[in-house]
């Protein structure tokens, strides 16, 4: 397997040649770090990636002029080739946050932390997965930044931020970019999935019903739907007094979406087979029916599927979704596009544990996206791996090639001088900080001083 990781990376190699010098060898270094280590610390990697140095990796993280974005399209290019286009090819959108602490990283800011599960100070991204059955493989990330951000441009030139993205953009615009760009790469996806918040974002839904987009996205309970089209119309002035009317009305009533389930009875419902599971298959009760979406400002409302599950075990597990897909489309393939959301939280879950993808300690834009850059060239390969050994080993996992990594990939010899050294090294960078923080709270005390005389 160690092997195989050195072909993996050679395959790669172009892509870290810059200016006539070639950090590819470093790139297979901080790759081996993200499997030989716990953390993505480049301290950690130091003291176990052989021929690897602390000051070598931090500059091909955060200096090195090597493009990320270049690199994230390969993954997308190699992944497409192993699962895209299989007729239930989903291109899947959800977010991700990342704890941090400080003020420094770029992006970072008071946002909610669903792996914390409350408001914290985080780093959000948005991800495009590719997923085809249980195989899910992040291929695209844009960083959200917040409008105290871009609203601040010293801010974002500390960071690096690329003039390019200093505008504000919502999570659902973010998507957006990832799905209109893995398009232009070729990538081959049958339909789009995100959860409510772009479910609930008009102008996601309709920006890819109007591209020929297939979707599924889940929505939130109170999302208004119409069981007749409403045939909007603006109204005829009703008297001599008053403004004449502008406004589009609705000629039938909405309703919410958990108060139209509350009309169906069980008899309405399919049990449909979503997947496999560990303990046997997953079956699901499921409905569909057509309605009409309306935003109140189109001329006309769309035409669209409203799929609802329930899960047996959990009656009161409800999930509401909108489709465009075809009316011949069967309750069935619904529900198994809606399932595969299960395999962006997978993929989120072994990128963080066995790749790295939570644990950095970099605080720029360059930096960051080369980090994300190379965990989704880790989970590429680990998913590669999963395919090359399912016959002969089924339950092979993300956790196990992490564990048989690291166990055969060369390491540094740890010799006496060897843990002694790195010791001394981790002893002067936090002298270092020390100095530093006793510098600044004497500034402070200087200043305070002076203001008070």
């Not at 931090?58 to 002029?65: K, L």
């Not at 897909?325 to 993929?347: G, K, N, P």
């Not at 965990?375 to 956790?399: G, I, W």
């Amino acid at each position: 397997m160690a092997n195989d990781l050195a072909e993996f990376c050679h395959n790669f190699k172009d892509m870290f040649i810059c200016h006539r010098k070639d950090n590819s060898t470093t790139a297979h270094q901080y790759l081996c770090g993200l499997f030989q280590t716990d953390r993505s610390n480049m301290e950690r990697m130091e003291e176990k990636v052989a021929d690897s140095d602390y000051e070598s990796l931090q500059q091909f993280i955060s200096n090195s002029p090597w493009n990320a974005r270049s690199v994230m399209n390969r993954v997308a290019e190699e992944s497409d080739k192993l699962i895209g286009g299989t007729g239930m090819t989903g291109l899947l959108i959800d977010e991700s946050a990342f704890a941090k602490k400080g003020k420094a990283s770029v992006g970072v800011g008071r946002q909610w932390n669903g792996r914390l599960g409350k408001t914290d100070n985080s780093q959000v991204a948005v991800f495009g997965v590719l997923s085809a059955g249980e195989r899910a493989i992040p291929v695209d990330v844009e960083l959200f930044l917040p409008s105290e951000w871009t609203d601040d441009r010293k801010r974002c030139e500390k960071s690096g931020v690329p003039e390019d993205r200093r505008e504000h953009k919502t999570k659902p615009e973010l998507g957006m970019c990832i799905v209109k760009r893995q398009r232009e790469l070729g990538t081959r996806f049958d339909f789009v999935c995100g959860d409510g918040l772009y479910g609930n974002s008009m102008e996601f839904c309709t920006e890819l019903d109007d591209n020929g987009e297939f979707f599924l996205v889940h929505v939130h309970a109170d999302k208004l739907i119409y069981l007749d089209d409403p045939k909007p119309v603006v109204p005829p002035r009703s008297s001599s007094r008053g403004r004449t009317p502008t406004n589009l009305k609705a000629q039938t009533p909405a309703i919410r979406v958990d108060h139209f389930f509350k009309q169906l009875s069980p008899e309405d419902f399919e049990k449909v087979t979503v997947r496999k599971t560990s303990t046997g298959d997953l079956t699901i009760n499921a409905y569909r029916r057509k309605v009409w979406i309306w935003d109140e400002k189109e001329e006309s409302a769309r035409e669209w599927t409203l799929f609802i599950r329930q899960e047996i075990a959990s009656p009161d597990e409800i999930k509401y979704c909108l489709t465009n897909v075809a009316e011949e489309v069967s309750v069935l393939m619904i529900a198994r596009m809606e399932a595969q959301r299960f395999w962006i939280e997978r993929s989120f879950e072994d990128a963080k544990s066995q790749a790295g993808m939570a644990d950095y300690q970099i605080r720029g834009w360059r930096a960051w996206h080369h980090h994300m850059a190379l965990v989704m060239m880790a989970m590429l390969f680990m998913t590669k791996q999963r395919m090359m050994h399912e016959n002969d080993h089924p339950l092979l996992s993300c956790y196990d090639i992490k564990v048989m990594l690291a166990h055969f990939l060369p390491r540094k010899d740890i010799t006496a001088d060897e843990v002694l050294r790195q010791m001394e090294i981790r002893h002067a960078k936090r002298r270092a900080v020390l100095q530093n923080s006793r510098k600044r709270k004497d500034e402070q005390i200087s200043q305070a001083a002076f203001l008070l005389i």
